[in-house]
C-alpha cells in the first residue's frame, strides 16, 4: 500500500517497506530502513531522519521556497533521481550521502546545503545533468560531488555550480552551453568537454589535475577562483 503524509510529523523506529511513498506537507522521519519503489517528497514536505532509505525512483517536486531534506541517513536511488521546480529552492541539511545509482537530473531549482556535509555519489556508466541554470549552492554546510560517470550542463545560458568535486579516471564532464563552476575545490582525473559558447570555470577552492585528464572542445576552460595545480600531464585538444 501506499504511504502518504500530508501534515504533522510521522517517525518510524522500525523497518518500513511501502509500494510508494509521498511526503507533501509535514514531515516524515525515517529513522529505521525504509524501502519503496517511489519515493515524492513535494511542496512543503520534509524528509528527515537517521535510517538508510532505499528506493527505485525519487522526485522531489514544488516551487518556491519550500521543501527539505535533513537528517543523517543514506539514500540510496537505484533509478532517476528528478529534482525540478519553478525558480525553486529546495534546502538539504545534516550529513547524508545520496547514491545517485541511475543518475540524476535537476531543473528549476537552486539547492541549497547547510549545516553539515551532503555527499553526491554518481557511478560510471549515469549521468546527472543541468537541463539549465539549476545550481547546488553551499550557505553554512557543504556538498561534495563523487563523479565516476558524467556530469553534464546540458541548457541554459546562465551559471550552475558544483560543490568540491573529484571526478575520477574515466568521467567526464561536459558542458554545452552556458557556465559551468566547479565552486569548492577538488582533484580532476577525467575529461572535461566544452562545447562552443560554454564555459568551465575553475571558480573557487583548490583544484588538482591529476594523471589521465583531458581538456577538449572549443568552449573556454576559465579559472576564476583559487588555484589550479596541474600534477601531471594534461592533454588540451
Known sequence: NPLVVVGGTLTSGAALTAAAVTVSGGVLNAN??????????????????????????????????????????TINVAGAWTVRGATAIKDVSGNRTINLNG????????????????????PAGQTFSFTD??????????????????VQKAGGTGTSLLGQTTNAAGSSVRVASGNLGLAAGGSHAGAFDVASGGTLSFAGGTHTATSGVSFAGPGEVRVSGGPLNVDAAVTVA
Open 133 to 150: 541554470d539549476s545550481t547546488l549552492q553551499t550557505n553554512s554546510g557543504a556538498v561534495v560531488f563523487l563523479n565516476s560517470g558524467t
Open 103 to 122: 543518475g540524476a537530473t535537476i531543473s528549476g531549482t537552486t539547492m541549497r546545503f547547510f549545516d553539515g556535509t551532503t555527499t553526491l555519489k554518481l
Open 32 to 73: 529505521a530502513a525504509t524501502t519503496a519503489n517511489t519515493l515524492a517528497l513535494q511542496g512543503a514536505g520534509i524528509l528527515g531522519g537517521s535510517g538508510e532509505i532505499s528506493v527505485v525512483r525519487f522526485a522531489w517536486t514544488g516551487n518556491g521556497d519550500v521543501g527539505d531534506i535533513v537528517g543523517s541517513g
